[in-house]
């Protein structure tokens, strides 16, 4: 399955979790006390998720950030190039 279909149907389900939020509320009542509506758990956990997806896609988010440049990727290749 591609990384962008799999972003695109992220984005879907943050459009609805956000819909449930809106109509119920950000707190949840349960007999444990209030806490974060579920809905709004898994929200976040979703935005990482479509964060993860549209950095492995490398995508610049900034038009300006993009022009002139390429994207390389930085960091230790090997544990043999530390010192």
């Given at each position: 399955?591609?990384?962008?279909?799999?972003?695109?149907?992220?984005?879907?389900?943050?459009?609805?979790?956000?819909?449930i939020v809106r109509d119920e509320g950000v707190t949840n009542v349960s007999p444990q006390g209030?806490?974060?509506?579920?809905?709004?758990?898994?929200?976040?956990?979703?935005?990482?998720?479509?964060?993860?997806?549209?950095?492995?896609?490398?995508?610049?988010?900034?038009?300006?950030?993009?022009?002139?440049?390429?994207?390389?990727?930085?960091?230790?290749?090997?544990?043999?190039?530390?010192?």
């Amino acid at each position: 399955m591609s990384i962008l279909l799999e972003a695109a149907r992220t984005v879907d389900a943050l459009d609805e979790l956000e819909k449930i939020v809106r109509d119920e509320g950000v707190t949840n009542v349960s007999p444990q006390g209030v806490r974060a509506h579920p809905a709004l758990v898994e929200a976040r956990q979703q935005r990482v998720t479509l964060a993860k997806l549209v950095a492995s896609l490398r995508i610049p988010f900034d038009e300006e950030e993009g022009v002139g440049r390429t994207q390389r990727r930085v960091g230790v290749r090997a544990v043999s190039s530390v010192r």
